[in-house]
């Protein structure tokens, strides 16, 4: 057996759907979106249809239970998953709510949440025969992807800027990664597109106005949802406060909401909560702007999430679960993670900024004091370089 034929895909796999405009698709790789939207000037992410019911397998432990919801069974591994919810009552007390929750996502191998979607992205760029994986990372996923591929056995390009912290270019190095810097974000894609032909497969979105990254990876990040249930069952949180760029953790968390809703496991989704460092989704759903737009304001202290940009696939995401978007200043978020630190997690700053966001909802009365919260914590504080 060759090493590309080792990854199986999942049977219940029938095609793909554009989650704007519903067109359908065989199934395949649309590294640009759907391509009905794109004639139509319009840009939107792609998702995987998955035919019959899906099923939680009991009888198996870690992501094994979730095989027949996930793209491939046999995805390398790091031992990513099955991060800790932690409840935390005095930081609950201080906010004012019922009780307030914590899912370490920076327990994950290389320190972040990418660790979910970089299996299925190898997985799948292996299975079609692409010798390299490629992506355009401020930091996180460059490090995520570089681990992921030297796992798999194959090439990683990474593309980043010049202002590339030395501790992202270091783990991306070590793992045998290609790291190529580029003056600005627009040059990182202009990159991808000319030099990727048909031997690099984009983990990452390639367009200016973006789309989503890969549909395959993003598969991956529904574990999260997986593992709440399995952790809470039907006595979910009522909120998820997730830090929000272009909407990848957040879309895959509401699909993973929605195949539980859908096969049964859970009456309702909990609202789903974007926190952001400026206000681009908050723009988008109060209607004062559209997912097309450039969003102006500084989001340097906060690079993980920062960028002018947001998503169709954040607004879908928002919109199903009944959630919204709150923004706070990049500005506040080094007194978000020395407050944070107070309770023992030391955060990374885009990842501290939901600890600001969820104070600023409760202020405003978006948060009640009878609601359970839950902070999606996607990256520790040894990765902060603006303290």
Request: hydrophobic share 35%.
């Amino acid at each position: 057996m060759s090493f590309k034929d080792k990854h199986v895909l999942n049977p219940r796999i029938q095609g793909m759907r554009c989650i704007k405009c519903g067109a359908g698709y065989p199934v395949g790789d649309y590294f640009y979106g759907c391509p009905s939207c794109m004639e139509q000037g319009e840009n939107s992410a792609v998702t995987i249809i998955y035919e019959g019911c899906g099923s939680i397998d009991t009888t198996k432990k870690g992501w094994a239970r979730y095989e027949s919801m996930l793209p491939y069974k046999d995805a390398v591994t790091l031992g990513e998953g099955n991060t800790p919810v932690l409840s935390m009552p005095r930081l609950a007390e201080d906010v004012g709510v019922t009780a307030i929750y914590t899912k370490n996502e920076f327990q994950n191998p290389t320190g972040s949440h990418k660790d979910r979607m970089n299996p299925f992205i190898v997985a799948r760029a292996s299975a079609m025969g692409y010798d390299t994986v490629t992506c355009a990372s401020s930091g996180n996923e460059a490090a995520s992807l570089a681990a992921y591929a030297a796992a798999e056995g194959i090439k990683c390009v990474n593309v980043s800027t010049d202002s590339i912290p030395g501790l992202w270019k270091q783990a991306s190095d070590m793992c045998g990664a290609k790291l190529v810097t580029v003056p600005t974000s627009a040059h990182r894609l202009k990159y991808q597109r000319e030099n990727m032909g048909d031997k690099w497969y984009p983990a990452t979105n390639l367009l200016e106005v973006p789309t989503s990254s890969s549909a395959w990876g993003i598969q991956g990040y529904k574990t999260i949802s997986y593992e709440l249930y399995d952790e809470f069952r039907k006595d979910l949180p009522d909120l998820l406060f997730i830090p929000t760029c272009r909407g990848d953790l957040l879309y895959g968390i509401y699909e993973g909401f929605e195949d539980l809703f859908q096969y049964g496991y859970i009456e309702k989704l909990p609202k789903l909560v974007a926190c952001e460092p400026l206000p681009r989704l908050e723009k988008i759903l109060e209607g004062e702007a559209t997912h097309k737009d450039v969003f102006p304001g500084s989001s340097a202290l906060t690079s993980s999430i920062g960028g002018g940009t947001a998503t169709w696939q954040s607004v879908t995401a928002l919109k199903e679960t009944g959630g919204f978007a709150v923004s706070v200043p990049d500005s506040e978020a080094v007194d978000d993670v020395s407050e944070m630190g107070r309770y023992g997690l030391y955060l990374e700053t885009s990842s501290a900024i939901v600890y600001g966001c969820l104070k600023k909802a409760s202020r405003e009365g978006r948060v009640h004091k009878e609601d359970r919260v839950l902070l999606v914590l996607t990256s520790n504080g040894y990765k902060n370089v603006i303290l």
